[in-house]
Every structure is written in structure tokens, then in C-alpha cells.
């Protein structure tokens, strides 16, 4: 149990389009989903926090006009990257949180395969 | 400034043997730490998670340990495996109210027959 789909898993485009990644929780609802980026050999960097309904948070640094976020359900959350340029290349990781079982402490995030995405 | 630094290089180790891998925190006081493993162009997977108030954790081979005065956490692989090559990270989470996760770096791990 407990799986997280990303999708694309690659997707290649030209500067200047728009890409959409979709993460999607398969067998749990999930309150709560993260974006993350990760550029070769660093760490995750948390883009933004995206509850079901609300507004998603961004992290300082992160242009929410830029990265657009919608959890339109417990089971999807999507993000878009508006007019791309190649410094957007990276990896994009999404996790989510389940709705039941967060015992105290525990906290435990389920992360998608990720999304490798290459502006040219 | 706060960090969190794993060590950078890579560790090589014999299979059988026990892989140590730490975990070195500055400015913060987390409440809880996890380990997560990472292969190569996936998302990470959760291993082990340690609150501040436990000293040691264990899971199979695994084992993670929590030293909130040394502002370390170790993680221990026994009887290492060649499937366990693979890059671990740290993250750090600062209380419990907060879903919000800090990672390192990672450690690259390869294990040789």
C-alpha cells in the first residue's frame, strides 16, 4: 500500500511552454502533498505544501506564479510550470501524507518515482 | 546558518560487512529524524524514524540512533548487501506539528561483492 504515481516521468519541452506534472496517491487519501526539487547530487529542496481545497504554501525562493499548484482532490495535486526556461531542468519529486494515521511523531511521507524534466 | 550535512562521499564497503552512515545537524533541535533511501532517478523511500526522546531504533538490518547532545544521527546497515547500494538521506523535521521535512545531502552507498 501506500503508493504514489508522478506523471510524466520524463518530459523534454521548449523554453518558454508550460509543463504540468500530475501526482497522484493510488490506494490512500492524502490531506497533504509536498513538491520538491532535487538538482543533480543536492539535496530535496521543499517547493510548496499543498493541502486539499486551500491555496498551496511556498517555500521563500519559490515563485508561486511560476510553479502553479492545484489538490483538487484527496488523491491528485498537480504542478505546472509556466513558461519554462532551462534553469527549470530538474528533478521533481511530489510525496503525500495520509489522511488517517499521522500518529504523533510519525509524519511519514510517501514519495512519487519523480519527474525528470529537461527545458531546452 | 543551519545545515545538514551527510557526508558527501561515497562509501565502499564489502558485502557482509556493516556500513555506518552519518548524519550531523547544526541550529536545530528536531523533533524527530528520519532515513530515507534513494536509488537513482526515483523518489526516496522511507526506512527508519527516531524521535528525540529515543536513543535507538531497529528494523531488520537497520539501525538508527539519535544523539540529540552530539547533534547526530547514525544510520547502521549489518550484513550489508549489494542491493543495498543506493544513496540514504537524512531529513529532519522540527516539531511534530509541522509535516514539513529538511533533507541532506545523502550518502552514496556501494556495496561489493
Known amino acids: 500500500g501506500a503508493v504514489v504515481s508522478q506523471h510524466p516521468s520524463r518530459v523534454i519541452c521548449k523554453s518558454g511552454t508550460s509543463v504540468k506534472i500530475e501526482c497522484r496517491s493510488l490506494?490512500?487519501?492524502?490531506?497533504?502533498m509536498f513538491w520538491y526539487r532535487q538538482f543533480p547530487k543536492q539535496s530535496l529542496m521543499l517547493m510548496a505544501t499543498?493541502?486539499?481545497?486551500?491555496?498551496?504554501?511556498?517555500e521563500q525562493g519559490v515563485e508561486k506564479d511560476k510553479f502553479l499548484i492545484n489538490h483538487a482532490s484527496l488523491t491528485l495535486s498537480t504542478l505546472t510550470v509556466t513558461s519554462a526556461h532551462p534553469e527549470d531542468s530538474s528533478f521533481y519529486i511530489c510525496?503525500?501524507?495520509?489522511?488517517?494515521?499521522?500518529?504523533?511523531?510519525?509524519?511519514?511521507?510517501?514519495f512519487g518515482p519523480g519527474t525528470r524534466l529537461t527545458v531546452l | 546558518s543551519q545545515k545538514i550535512e551527510q557526508n558527501s562521499e561515497a562509501l565502499n564497503i564489502q558485502e557482509g560487512k556493516t556500513a555506518t552512515l552519518t548524519c550531523n545537524y547544526t541550529?536545530?533541535?528536531?523533533?524527530?529524524l528520519q532515513w530515507y533511501r534513494q536509488d537513482p532517478g526515483r523518489g526516496p523511500v522511507f526506512l527508519l524514524l527516531i524521535r528525540e526522546n529515543e536513543k535507538e531504533k531497529r528494523k531488520e538490518r537497520l539501525k538508527v540512533t539519535f544523539d540529540t547532545t552530539l547533534k547526530q544521527s547514525l544510520f547502521h546497515i549489518t550484513a550489508s548487501q549489494p542491493a543495498d547500494s543506493a544513496t540514504y538521506l537524512c531529513a529532519l523535521a522540527r516539531s511534530y506539528n509541522t509535516d514539513k521535512l529538511i533533507f541532506g545531502t545523502g550518502t552514496r552507498l556501494q556495496v561489493f561483492p
Open positions: 510525496s503525500a501524507r495520509a489522511l488517517q494515521g499521522n500518529i504523533r511523531g510519525g509524519n511519514e511521507q510517501f
Open positions: 499543498s493541502n486539499e481545497g486551500s491555496k498551496a504554501t511556498y
Open positions: 490506494d490512500f487519501q492524502a490531506t497533504t
Open positions: 541550529n536545530y533541535s528536531p523533533a524527530y
